[in-house]
T-cell receptor, first 112, second 117 residues
Framework: GESVGLHLPTLSVQEGDNSIINCAYSNSASDYFIWYKQESGKGPQFIIDIRSNMDKRQGQRVTVLLNKTVKHLSLQIAATQPGDSAVYFCAETQNTGNQFYFGTGTSLTVIP | GAVVSQHPSRVICKSGTSVKIECRSLDFQATTMFWYRQFPKQSLMLMATSNEGSKATYEQGVEKDKFLINHASLTLSTLTVTSAHPEDSSFYIC?????????????FGEGSWLTVV
């Protein structure tokens, strides 16, 4: 695999604050990226995606930013809620829709 | 939305036995499915790409004789962990890709917890 699993970094935020989760991807040829949310004991859920020809994409309460120069992705969550507490992974792929390689992940805890 | 179902969600098996995990795409056809493994508090690690009607493609370091993958139909891929050992205990997750003509979204199953005792 192109990304190696490590112990998860953590992020704690107050309810209502904005959250920013960062991800450094490894393959400069990757052209499609997805952010996933994983709750304890469950499979990943799609949050938002972005293609390499874009540098920003917005969804409902979430924004993904892509900086190809430094191979960096970020996920911004506005007005973070307790239900947003989960582990967030970025995933990268070449040739859209083929094998996805996951980043380390970040554990987000929202404090009520 | 598209649904990917895994079965069983939890399984306990004795060391030395084999266990099969099924991954089904419930409302779409998937010529390609992917199998991942996840240890606690770690990321998902891609194990192999399962292609309908042909042999799976394994990632480097994954033993193909240990983790047998069969993708016999457009809606079903199976992962068989052969001669399981306690170190095979993990969370196994499959994902399925909607055929390219319909879009390139990947959907994940809910995962299967394997405990080898």
């Amino acid at each position: 695999g192109e990304s190696v699993g490590l112990h998860l970094p953590t992020l704690s935020v107050q309810e209502g604050d904005n959250s920013i989760i960062n991800c450094a991807y490894s393959n400069s040829a990757s052209d499609y990226f997805i952010w996933y949310k994983q709750e304890s004991g469950k499979g990943p859920q799609f949050i938002i995606d972005i293609r390499s020809n874009m540098d920003k994409r917005q969804g409902q309460r979430v924004t993904v930013l892509l900086n190809k120069t430094v191979k960096h992705l970020s996920l911004q969550i506005a007005a973070t809620q307790p239900g947003d507490s989960a582990v967030y992974f970025c995933a990268e792929t070449q040739n859209t829709g083929n094998q996805f390689y996951f980043g380390t992940g970040t554990s987000l805890t929202v404090i009520p | 939305g598209a649904v990917v179902s895994q079965h069983p969600s939890r399984v306990i098996c004795k060391s030395g036995t084999s266990v099969k995990i099924e991954c089904r795409s419930l409302d779409f056809q998937a010529t390609t499915m992917f199998w991942y493994r996840q240890f606690p508090k770690q990321s998902l690690m891609l194990m192999a790409t399962s292609n309908e009607g042909s042999k799976a493609t394994y990632e480097q370091g994954v033993e193909k004789d240990k983790f047998l993958i069969n993708h016999a139909s457009l809606t079903l891929s199976t992962l068989t962990v052969t001669s399981a050992h306690p170190e095979d205990s993990s969370f196994y997750i499959c994902s399925a890709r909607i055929d390219a003509s319909s879009g390139n979204t990947i959907y994940f199953g809910e995962g299967s917890w394997l405990t080898v005792v």
